[in-house]
């Protein structure tokens, strides 16, 4: 019950903070053209960042009333809350200053040996160091545990961006990512934890599918450190070594293939897609436009 009511409290404030940020997601500097050609807000995940940052201070506020079970912010809580701002900035950054001239991990790094530091480059070795910041918690993982989870955790924010080509995607994928995590987690403070940022996350599901705003990296990277830091605190090695093999084969198999390449060719994926997306565009010669763009990160 626990875990349900931080996903309705996460997807009520979002939307409250939704409706009163309109003028700041009216800024020009916010406008870009997504992958079906409509020009939109990007970085709405940022009030993914900040519903976590309103919800806390109220779980403070209202505990040292004397309302709820504590005013004290557990382990888990300030480890969701960190990696939301962590990750929720490095994805402002290459949201408001990157460029597609250097794509895929590839690219990033033959940027860097030409001297040059890409925002690409910068929010993917700056995920890994937040990863790492967030699993050397005094008492919580040494030695390879530390490597192991790290990773994990870079590659699942990782993939929530290498998944944001298409209305809607990120957020589909992680829903079907968190449904059986939350059953596995339970009402555990791990469960707990995750849940006002996941609520938030789906709070804004309406808006990416209809294309009122796009989630950006800064929210796409959230969602999926936020799923990987609620398997490396609440699963057992097992699970994580599981979940860091399918991620490590995910991202490897973007740097040589399109996903929405795929997605389009495979009926069921296309379906699941373009579920609750705008009808497409026509193009000028009357044919459908698939409105899908490359991969990259």
């Known amino acids: 019950m626990s875990v349900v009511l931080g996903l309705v409290v996460g997807a009520l404030t979002v939307q409250l903070l939704r409706v009163g940020a309109r003028g700041m997601f009216s800024s020009p500097v916010l406008q870009k053209e997504n992958s079906r050609g409509h020009v939109l807000p990007t970085s709405g995940g940022i009030l993914i960042v900040l519903a976590v940052l309103v919800i806390e201070a109220g779980r403070a506020g209202l505990g040292a009333l004397g309302v709820g079970e504590s005013s004290d912010l557990t382990i888990e809580r300030s480890e969701v809350l960190f990696a939301a701002f962590g990750f929720g900035l490095l994805g402002l950054i290459d949201d408001l200053l990157g460029d597609a001239t250097s794509r895929g991990f590839t690219g990033h790094v ?11 480059f910068l929010k993917l070795f700056g995920g890994a160091a937040v990863a790492v910041v967030l ?13 192991v989870d790290a990773v994990l955790i870079a590659l699942a924010a990782n993939l929530g961006n290498l998944l944001d080509r298409a209305p809607g995607r990120t957020l589909k994928a992680a829903l079907i990512a968190y449904v059986p995590l939350a059953v596995l987690l339970g009402d555990g403070v791990v469960g707990i934890a995750i849940a006002p940022a996941m609520g938030a996350a789906f709070g804004l599901m309406s808006d990416d599918l209809k294309e009122r705003l796009m989630l950006g990296d800064a929210g796409a990277n959230v969602v999926g450190a936020v799923l990987g830091l609620g398997v490396v605190l609440g699963r057992g090695e ?3 070594i599981t979940a860091l093999v399918v991620l490590v084969v995910a991202n490897v198999a973007a740097e040589l293939v399109s996903f929405s390449s795929v997605i389009d060719r495979v009926r069921p994926l296309r379906w699941l897609d373009r579920l609750g997306q705008l009808p497409e565009r026509r193009s000028p010669d009357g044919s459908d436009s698939d409105g899908s763009q490359p991969d990259r990160s």
């Open 110 to 120: 033959r940027a860097l040996f030409r001297g040059e530091i890409t925002t690409g």
């Open 238 to 240: 097992v699970t994580r």
């Open 135 to 147: 699993v050397a918690t005094p008492g919580f993982a040494t030695g390879r545990r530390i490597l």
